[in-house]
């Protein structure tokens, strides 16, 4: 019973796991904005965007893996390109909409460059989620989905004495 309820906390289902997404991403997408303007004071904005954009990935990976889909503390080299892969389509995404939405509009006001700018965020994030749920942390989440049958002695009317909600098979003596 223990083991099923440690289970159910580690893997999350999808609507809970998309809401510690947006809280986990949203978070570290605002200490980033923060940590980039702090170091643009003292390199140009580029190398200081690379860089937090780069810490941030990593930051962000081992707190979805812990937190938004239970797979751990640890995070593996490849979960860490897989998410960098990623992040850096959503971010492909958003620079995409962006040169669009200037070639066919002159000046846009700030707006709508806003209105934009978060719309290809937002579906680059819900992309960015799937790709994360089902296939960066998938093999955790079949891992866990399922809980493994416990086996006890049966009773003499060839019932196994069961907690609700667990999966008991009743073994014959």
């Known amino acids: 019973m223990a083991a099923a309820q440690r289970q159910q906390q580690v893997a999350p289902g999808a609507l809970n796991a998309f809401a510690r997404f947006v809280l986990c991403g949203g978070g570290v997408g605002l200490a980033s904005s923060f940590a980039v303007v702090a170091l643009a004071s003292w390199m140009p904005w580029v190398l200081a ?29 490849r979960q860490h390109a897989q998410s960098a892969g990623s992040a850096a389509a959503a971010y492909a995404v958003t620079c995409v909409a962006m040169c669009v939405l200037h070639q066919l509009v002159v000046a846009p006001s700030a707006l709508v460059e806003q209105v934009v700018y978060l719309s290809a965020s937002a579906l680059a994030g819900v992309a960015r989620f799937a790709v994360l749920r089902f296939v960066v942390f998938a093999r955790h989440l079949s891992r866990t989905a399922t809980p493994s049958p416990t086996v006890v002695p049966c009773s003499p009317m060839g019932r196994a004495s069961q907690a609700a909600g667990s999966a008991v098979l009743c073994r014959t003596a």
């Open 49 to 77: 965007n690379a860089l937090v954009t780069a810490a941030s990935t990593l930051v962000a990976t081992v707190l979805h893996a812990r937190f938004t889909f239970g797979a751990g503390r640890h995070v593996t080299l």
